[in-house]
């Protein structure tokens, strides 16, 4: 159970079903990037790469992911920076933090696709990539 401390990039079209630790798989058909928990409790994190959610940089060598990793919905609750490669581990998300956390991505989110909701007629939402890969992944993703 040893924390990650560094995450080498693997550029992939899909994650391999079993996962290696300090590794960060990077798939940029489907804008995802997947590794395994840097705390070392195994959980399976997906973050989708888009303009309301992460963001990849890649400098060549290494890799930074913004905004920061926080598995408030783990048993961990592992709260840590990707940053050139670097894990920087911050403390613990308070359960406030974590409900103000995902208030701010799902402000960032609305303001990206546009807000669904309203009496008018919408046409059908697009099928969210989340939902590829919760089926590609395996049903662990499910909160
Ligand atoms: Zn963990």
């Known amino acids: 159970m040893a924390r990650q401390t560094h995450l080498t990039p693997e550029f992939v079209e899909l994650a391999p079903p079993q996962l290696k630790d300090g590794v960060l798989y990077v798939s940029m058909v489907h804008s995802c990037v997947i590794h395994r928990c840097c705390c070392g409790c195994g959980e399976k994190v997906v973050t989708p790469l888009s303009p309301g959610e992460w963001q990849l940089y890649f400098d060549g060598e290494n890799v930074s992911l913004h905004p920061s990793i926080g598995n408030s919905r783990f048993r961990c609750r592992s709260h840590y920076w990707i940053r050139q490669g670097?894990?920087?581990?911050?403390?613990?998300?308070?359960p406030a933090e974590t409900e103000a956390a995902w208030r701010h991505d799902r402000a960032a989110r609305d303001a990206h696709f546009g807000a669904r909701q309203g009496p008018q007629v919408e046409p059908p939402a697009p099928k969210s990539k989340r939902g590829f890969w919760q089926r590609l992944l395996g049903p662990s993703e499910e909160s």
Not at 86 to 94: E, H
């Open 86 to 94: 670097q894990v920087i581990w911050v403390k613990k998300l308070t």
